[in-house]
């Protein structure tokens, strides 16, 4: 993996959290209980910004899902590791991710939420590769829009690295790049055998 290239700021990050935050406080209003369902791993630090900018009165559940695949390449079935624990039956739910991709988690969780029977269900994602969408999926509160790159920091992560980032960057995880790093790592191990 290469090193992260900057391409949203913390600053940028910040502000529009802020932003974000002012938006929702707004639109639910002080007399429902709002339900943020951090979905784990990547949301934590999203949520954590975006849970204590809010004004209006708010609960945290976390979720875990586990997709299909090898690496980077997903199938698109999506399978519930942990469930939300209270009741969030008649409660005003938003779902927090801290990307979305292909669409099909996002997709997976509004529907496995709604059968808890909330009152609604709405989703915010901090960045979404709009040109990787697999599945129609509706983003109420987005961040931002990016391109279809890898990115870390801010919860996202390569390989589990990468995610206290204060700001979102730009890593080129290319197997050509793994794999020169691992022939590198052996080559003093070649050149013993070969003595
Ligand atoms: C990421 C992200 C979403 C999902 C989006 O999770 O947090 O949950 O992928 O992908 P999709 O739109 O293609 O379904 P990841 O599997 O990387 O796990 P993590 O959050 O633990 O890093």
Not at 3 to 29: K, M
Not at 32 to 45: A, P, R, W, Y
Not at 47 to 66: G, Q
């Amino acid at each position: 993996m290469s090193l992260p290239v900057v391409l949203i700021s913390e600053e940028e990050i910040q502000q529009r959290v802020a932003a974000l935050a002012e938006r929702i406080s707004n639109e639910y209003g002080d007399d429902d209980e709002l339900v943020l369902v951090g979905v784990l791993k990547g949301s934590f630090i999203f949520l954590a910004d975006l849970a204590r900018k809010l004004t209006i009165p708010r609960t945290i559940e976390f979720i875990a899902v586990s997709s299909y695949g090898s690496g980077s390449k997903s199938t698109g079935a999506v399978r519930l590791v942990m469930d939300v624990r209270g009741n969030i039956e008649d409660k005003h739910v938003l779902i927090v991710e801290d990307i979305v991709d292909t669409g099909h988690t996002l997709k997976y969780l509004i529907g496995m939420l709604e059968s808890h029977r909330p009152a609604s269900v709405k989703t915010c994602a901090l960045v979404r590769k709009a040109e990787r969408a697999e599945v129609d999926v509706n983003v109420d509160y987005l961040g931002f829009d990016i391109g279809d790159e890898w990115v870390v920091g801010y919860g996202l992560d390569y390989a589990e690295q990468n995610r206290t980032l204060p700001y979102i960057g730009v890593v080129k995880p290319t197997d050509e790049f793994d794999a020169f790093i691992h022939a590198a790592a052996l080559w003093p191990l070649l050149r013993w055998i070969q003595a």
